[in-house]
């Protein structure tokens, strides 16, 4: 005999279970109804699914920006990239599990989590300037960035559960389903806010105004769309206060805009000096131009927080790069990698030369120097050249294109770009990049680098140039005195530091070095088809040669490899 249990038959709850009295306490409704009544109701679904899409869209935007102000602030390193995605996926883990405590209210959870998810996200980005520019430059911008992409990383990693409960409040259905279309909505968002990221919110409004602009779309359509369609869930009181925090919250983003640019400004001049003239964005760094006829102080050229060109000084540098490789051989096509102004006023100053192709990947910098009439006369002028010819285009990309284009080989390559900062700028110092230089060159053809301050980075350049079958000779520019045109960026004092405790009594470590290097042993001299430069010497030339030779390793490190 069967026995049946006394009672109604258990009826289909959610996700297939029957309707137990355990099942009915974990969906029983707030007070107001399970879902919101009439119109509402019927729109419930789709809002809270859009409200999804938009969040995550804006999430991504978040952790992009995140990337990028630190990419400008500290330099484009794997390091920090990877610092930015995984504290912010752990951060999300840890908001997920934080929101099983607010589980109870999700409307109110999440409209409250909206709000300062907004206002967190979208003065991230004027915060860590302000941090870069005011405080310890990289310690508080790493310390700024890391924080700012845990909280944020906390309270996206709240949305999924509270949005995934006031799914299920709306209508219950099997679990599997309702997760599939909140992910999927969350998803695409997140290919709209990657895709907008760089192809409108960056150009059109850069990172500041992008961010802030991004928190008021964030702010109205994560807490404004949810506090309107489950306005029965808080009580009165409560409810008045979120909406209160909400207008706030927009409030604040907007103001913020409105002084986006007097704090920019007022930041740049605590970093650069109160002889700033000009900041415009170049393609992956802030250009500022300071100083000057007319603004006080010396012409200083700062590039993502770096000086690039010193008016009284800079001859020293730019004669010591561009020199000796003009005089080692033929010279009369000349390939400038790097927008170099006064490395191409002085490879000009060679009556030999007949053609100078110049290869930057930045526009605005080379309009800077084209335009600016300060810069232009510090030149000479130098883009206006019959001789010179201007590509923008990756300077490594463009040697892969121009070697299966089967272009003329050039007598001297000059690679004016910077040497690296940790992970940042090492591609352009890297074994690939010189054997690509290194396959433009015609026979007897030489190669002058940029090596930066005696330190490994030098040895690890040589190296590389080295392993790819050149001969090499490294020197140093001249002694000089800067007072007028200390680092801007409180990283470059430290490494200037670095190489000071690395150098000698005769100040080998702070000197700026340089390599040369063609398939044959280069010998430091000067060309006789230029005017005598101002501060080089053969001799002199020759004796920072002997004193870096013997401070070379007797075995060089291992040198720069994109994948290595």
Request: hydrophobic share 50%; glycine share 12%.
């Amino acid at each position: 005999m069967i026995n049946r249990p006394a009672g109604p038959p258990a009826q289909p709850g959610l996700d297939g279970l029957p309707e137990t009295p355990r099942v009915r306490a974990l969906t029983r409704p707030w007070k107001g109804g399970a879902a919101p009544p009439g119109l509402r109701r019927r729109l419930a679904r789709p809002l809270v699914l859009l409200a999804a899409f938009v969040c995550a869209a804006c999430g991504l935007v978040y952790e992009l920006e995140l990337v990028a102000v630190g990419q400008t602030l500290l330099g484009g390193s794997v390091t920090l990239t990877s610092l930015v995605l995984s504290v912010m996926v752990f951060a999300m883990g840890v908001g997920s599990l934080l929101a099983k405590r607010l589980a109870h209210r999700p409307a109110t959870s999440f409209a409250l989590v909206e709000c300062v998810l907004a206002l967190t996200g979208g003065l991230s980005v004027l915060a860590l300037y302000s941090c870069w520019a005011w405080l310890d430059g990289h310690r508080a911008a790493s310390v700024g960035l890391t924080a700012t992409t845990f909280l944020i990383g906390v309270l996206i990693g709240a949305e999924i559960p509270l949005l995934m409960t006031l799914i299920q409040r709306i209508r219950r259905e099997h679990a599997g389903r309702a997760v599939a279309d909140l992910f999927a909505a969350d998803y695409v968002g997140a290919l709209i806010g990657g895709l907008a990221f760089p192809f409108l919110l960056l150009p059109a409004l850069g990172p500041a105004a992008g961010a802030l602009a991004t928190g008021a779309v964030n702010a109205v359509a994560g807490a404004a769309v949810v506090l309107w369609l489950f306005r029965e869930e808080p009580p009165p009181r409560a409810r008045l206060l979120l909406w209160a925090g909400c207008g706030l919250v927009l409030a604040v983003l907007a103001c913020a805009a409105a002084f986006t640019g007097a704090i920019e400004r007022t930041a740049r001049q605590a970093l650069y000096g109160a002889q700033v003239r000009l900041a415009v964005p170049g393609r992956e760094q802030e250009i500022v131009l300071a100083g000057g006829p007319g603004a006080g102080g010396p012409l200083e050229l700062f590039v993502g927080g770096r000086l690039a060109v010193c008016g009284p000084d800079e001859y020293r540098e730019s004669e010591a790069l561009v020199h000796p490789a003009l005089a080692g051989g033929p010279s009369g096509r000349v390939l400038v990698i790097g927008g170099g102004g006064p490395a191409v006023r002085e490879v000009l100053r060679h009556s030999a030369v007949r053609e100078v192709v110049v290869v930057e990947p930045d526009a605005a910098l080379t309009g800077l120097v084209r335009d600016d009439p300060a810069l232009a006369d510090l030149t000479g002028h130098a883009y206006e050249d019959p001789r010179v010819r201007l590509v923008h285009a990756e300077p490594m990309g463009w040697l892969r294109r121009a070697g299966r284009a089967g272009a003329a080989p050039y007598d001297v390559i000059v690679s004016d770009l910077p040497a690296p900062s940790g992970d940042d700028g090492r591609a352009a110092h890297s074994q690939e990049f010189f054997g690509l230089a290194a396959r433009r060159l015609a026979p007897g053809g030489r190669i002058a680098v940029r090596g930066g301050p005696v330190t490994e980075g030098l040895w690890t350049a040589e190296a590389g140039l080295r392993a790819d079958g050149l001969h090499t000779v490294a020197y140093q520019a001249p002694a000089g005195a800067r007072p007028a045109c200390p680092p801007a960026r409180p990283a470059a004092a430290g490494e200037q530091r670095a190489a000071a405790a690395q150098g000698g009594a005769d100040g080998t470590g702070t000197a700026p070095a340089f390599l040369l290097a063609s398939r044959t042993r280069p010998v430091l001299a000067l060309a006789r088809d230029a005017p005598p430069p101002r501060a080089l010497t053969t001799a002199g030339l020759r004796e920072s040669a002997a004193r870096l030779a013997a401070r070379r390793p007797a075995r060089l490190p291992a040198p720069y490899r994109l994948l290595g």
